[in-house]
């Protein structure tokens, strides 16, 4: 890509969302893992002869990957840079595609799925964080929510997948086959992803904590012309100096609190149950009385809404603002929650409740707590501390998801439908506590304002 300089004060978007996109697709491969093992699990069971808590390790050993990932990403990037820790994490991604598709025992494939959980883990932490760092402030909460339409578009692309490839053989295929196919078509956008790295530059706010301002001005030239890439490379190196480095530096007062939100945010996300129904969609769905073609086609469903409001999201992100979605979102989500839980208790599930609000709830969750958690992650961190402080977000988001789908089966089993989707509910319901009292509205603020609103905390 050509290092042209733009007018001063004109914003390169074109450019600048380009290169988003690319380490967006990052989130593409997230999505598919998400979604793959929802269509596949059902057969694989079978064909393992697998008991409910194998069940559960099938789906979440991915997710023990992905805390190991997401807690190497940050110490990684620091010390090598977003880009080479990407172009590894696109690597681990089509081994994993390739492990999990061709395994003879479960251990291997469980094996097959910690790898590309590490992948994943290092991608859903760094790609987001990329995007902060270079995106400018008034569009960076969309270019970061880029990630989240990833994440959905790989969700809904992949039900799809899942669907042709069931309707291509038999009940014997399908347990012997068919979920070998599912995990093997991962290859395509791990590679996808991979070509692509290459010609993205690094994070310009990397490379000046690196010494290396000759190489990010002209990066920054390209996103905003002369004289605000100038003054954004005094900002930066300014921002460097008040801090310290190291991770200590989170729990002095002031940052203290962005610390508390970041990981409180990213923990909810996952304990709100959004996972458990992309996970286990089709096995929800059955416990409705649908059928096995009828329960994917309603998972498919659920991918539409989830990318239709995650567009929504993106046009709302920076316009209403991330502290406003939390809570409309969060509140509606409550609601759908109950809801449905109301609906197994009392047996009223063979009518569309159950599907009805399920989408609801899925449509409230995409235009708030899915995208705008992630911004809020990559964006609420000191410059020289936020890869190491981003990962600990992220590696609290993924120890929660793990915990949701290692326990839902158990706890479907156990507790019923009713009684889960009631907890569920309530983490919602605190989700719009949580946010109301200490999550602060972040919207057309530059990294390095966002870091001094956290400063002035301290003072006060």
């Known amino acids: 890509m050509e290092m042209t300089a733009n007018k001063p004060g004109q914003v390169s978007m074109k450019f600048v969302t380009l290169v988003s996109i690319v380490s967006a697709l990052g989130g593409l491969l997230f999505g598919f893992d998400t979604a793959v ?43 090598f840079g977003r880009k080479r820790v990407l172009i590894a994490a696109a690597i681990l991604f089509v081994i994993s595609s ?27 932490t760094l790609c987001p ?15 970061v929510a880029l990630n989240q339409l990833a994440i959905v578009t790989g969700i809904f692309l992949t039900y799809f997948v899942n669907l042709w490839i069931v309707n291509s053989g038999g009940d014997a295929w399908h347990v012997s086959t068919a ?13 996808l992803f991979l070509v692509l790295l290459f010609f993205v530059p690094e994070s310009p706010r990397w490379l000046i904590k690196q010494g290396k301002s000759a190489e990010a001005l002209p990066i920054l030239l390209r ?7 100038k003054q954004e490379v005094i900002d930066i190196k300014e921002s460097f100096k008040q801090e310290s480095g190291s991770i200590r530096q ?5 940052l203290r609190i962005a610390l508390i939100v970041g990981v409180g945010l990213a923990i909810l996300q996952q304990v709100t149950g959004i996972n458990a129904i992309m996970y286990y969609a089709p096995e929800i769905f059955k ?6 073609n009828a329960a994917l086609i309603q998972t498919i469903l659920v991918g539409l809404i989830n990318f239709i409001f995650t567009i929504l999201a993106l046009w709302l992100i920076d316009k209403v603002g991330r502290r406003a979605l939390l809570l409309v979102g969060s509140a509606s989500m409550t609601l759908c929650l109950l809801v449905i839980g109301y609906a197994f208790q009392t047996g009223n599930t063979s009518g569309p409740i159950v599907l009805i609000f399920i989408l609801l709830y899925v449509a409230s969750f995409a235009v708030s707590l899915g995208p705008v958690v992630w911004v809020i992650m990559s964006e609420i961190f000191p410059n020289r ?13 993924w120890a929660a998801d793990y915990v949701v789908s290692q326990s839902f089966p158990p706890l479907l089993g156990s507790a019923g439908p009713a009684i889960t989707f009631w907890i569920f509910g309530f983490m919602a319901l605190f989700t719009f506590f949580f946010t109301w009292r200490i999550v602060p509205e972040t919207k057309g603020k530059s990294l390095e304002e966002i870091e001094a609103l956290w400063s002035s905390k301290k003072a006060a």
Not at 131 to 138: T, V, Y
Not at 223 to 229: D, K, M, R, S, W
Not at 385 to 397: F, H, N, P, V, W
């Open 98 to 124: 390739v492990g999990s598709a061709i395994p003879d025992t479960f251990s291997w494939f469980v094996i097959a799925r910690i790898v590309g959980g590490i992948g994943i883990g290092i991608t859903s």
């Open 37 to 79: 093992v929802s269509g596949a699990i059902g057969f694989m069971e079978e064909r393992f002869d697998l008991s409910k808590m194998q069940v559960g390790w099938a789906v979440s050993s991915l997710i023990i990957g992905c805390i190991i990932g997401a807690a190497m990403s940050g110490v990684l990037s620091d010390r």
């Open 385 to 397: 501390i936020r890869g190491k402080a981003t990962a600990i977000a992220a590696m609290s988001l």
């Open 287 to 292: 416990a409705t009385g649908a059928g096995t």
């Open 129 to 143: 964080l990329y995007n902060a760092e270079i995106a400018p402030a008034k569009y960076r909460g969309r270019l």
């Open 179 to 191: 979920w070998r196919w599912m995990f093997g078509v991962g290859i395509i956008p791990g590679i």
């Open 250 to 254: 989170l729990f002095n007062p002031g």
């Open 223 to 229: 996103i905003h012309g002369e004289e605000l890439a």
